[in-house]
């Protein structure tokens, strides 16, 4: 009898062992599914955020321009009028602005097209570092969740969370963040040399520490 019962016990135990794998595997499965949708909403929001910031650019610009003329008409100054004229009809010809095409020669003109330029390249480089950031978050999840399943025995979950962090790199969102960042560091005017410290040792020290906000 002792031993008829263990022999009906080993099917149970087998069951419920295997029972409690199947719940393992879906639990993993679940936690990867939910973290792969986490960051690809999240970038998808990055990308909205950025075509919103840019999509209202050209007609500002448009305006500006407009609006210079109409300074330049007030004043009776017709050469300048007449070089934000060109200017107007270039852009709405071709729809970019570009630093081959600033007008350095009249002061105010100028400083409406760097501005544009300025504003046209700040997306991109945000959305760029935005998703930069993310991705190494999704990587360190992606670590945890793969330390977790290989100490839980759970290899093949573990297996499939290394295969999704290394294949991060291969997404091609994350590979042109990385080369908009790596252009935009090249294209970055150098950092000029410091000039010789005047001020006495204590009160450069102590003007360091108030511009960074710490307590003098």
């Known amino acids: ?14 069951i419920l062992a295997a029972s409690g794998l199947a719940q393992d595997k879906t639990a993993a499965a679940a936690d990867l599914k939910q973290l792969r949708v986490n960051f690809e909403t999240q ?3 990055i ?3 950025a075509d919103t910031a840019t999509t209202n650019l050209p007609g500002q610009y448009t305006r500006s321009l407009a609006a210079l003329e109409k300074t330049f008409q007030e004043q009776g100054k017709l050469d300048p009028l007449l070089t934000v004229k060109k200017e107007r009809e270039r852009f709405a010809a071709e729809g970019k602005g570009e630093a081959d095409n600033v007008f350095a ?22 959305k760029a570092r935005d998703i930069v950031s993310l991705t ?14 290989t100490k839980g025995g759970n290899l093949e979950a573990a297996i499939e969370a290394k295969n999704e962090r290394e294949a991060l790199e291969k997404r091609p969102e994350v590979s042109a ?16 040399d410091e000039p010789a410290a005047t001020e006495k040792p204590a ?14």
């Open 105 to 126: 020669d009249v002061k105010e003109l100028a400083a409406v097209q760097l501005n544009y330029i300025k504003a046209v390249q700040a997306p991109p480089l945000k």
């Open 43 to 45: 970038v998808e929001k």
């Open 203 to 216: 009160a450069t020290a102590v003007a360091r520490r108030l511009i960074q906000g710490a307590d003098v």
């Open 136 to 149: 190494e978050q999704y990587t360190k999840s992606l670590t945890a969740l793969q330390e977790k399943l």
């Open 177 to 192: 963040a990385r080369f908009t960042i790596a252009e935009a560091d090249a294209n970055a005017p150098a950092e000029e």
């Open 47 to 49: 990308t909205r955020t």
């Open 1 to 14: 009898r002792l031993i008829r019962g263990a022999l009906a016990a080993i099917p149970c135990f087998l």
